[in-house]
């Protein structure tokens, strides 16, 4: 019998898929004071990027989410109205803008953090750190590979 190979795009890209909805639904029941609507793996994205790049560009959003400029800007100005984040002009380039966090961002980057830390812990459970190195290996190969 012949032994196929593992459905690696397939598979991958459901679990993305997962990894989105479950993102999505975490942060739809656990930030508050964004109007309800909660958030999703690029708010999230946009939420850490902005704490450890304070006053990052759009353009440096945009391509640290690898999203279209479009997409991002329609994403920064929800949550510019859900009061996450707020643009500022570049002081020494007016043309700039830069974005920062808002409290309410920085609150719900606790929850993004916490959320994270428990779909990390849900994932790795059962495996041996040789496998996860091994799986995190694979995936850089992937996105090197694809770049």
């Known amino acids: 019998m012949t032994r196929h190979p593992p459905r690696l795009v397939f598979l991958t890209t459901v679990a993305e898929r997962q990894m989105r909805r479950w993102i999505a639904r975490r942060g739809s029941a ?17 939420l850490l990027h902005l704490a450890d790049h304070p006053g990052a560009t759009i353009g440096e959003v945009t391509s640290a989410l690898q999203a279209s400029p479009a997409g ?18 570049d002081p020494d380039d007016r043309r700039t803008v830069r974005l920062d ?45 694809l770049a």
């Open 30 to 46: 656990n930030v508050s004071g964004n109007g309800g609507q909660g958030f999703g793996a690029p708010a999230a994205g946009v």
């Open 72 to 89: 991002t800007s329609g994403l920064l100005a929800r949550m510019e109205r859900a009061d996450l984040v707020r643009r500022r002009t």
């Open 101 to 145: 966090l808002t409290p309410a961002g920085t609150a719900a980057l606790d929850d993004v953090r916490a959320a994270l830390a428990e779909l990390n812990d849900r994932l790795t459970d059962g495996f041996t750190p040789d496998e996860l190195a091994t799986v995190a290996r694979w995936l850089e190969h992937v996105t090197r590979t």
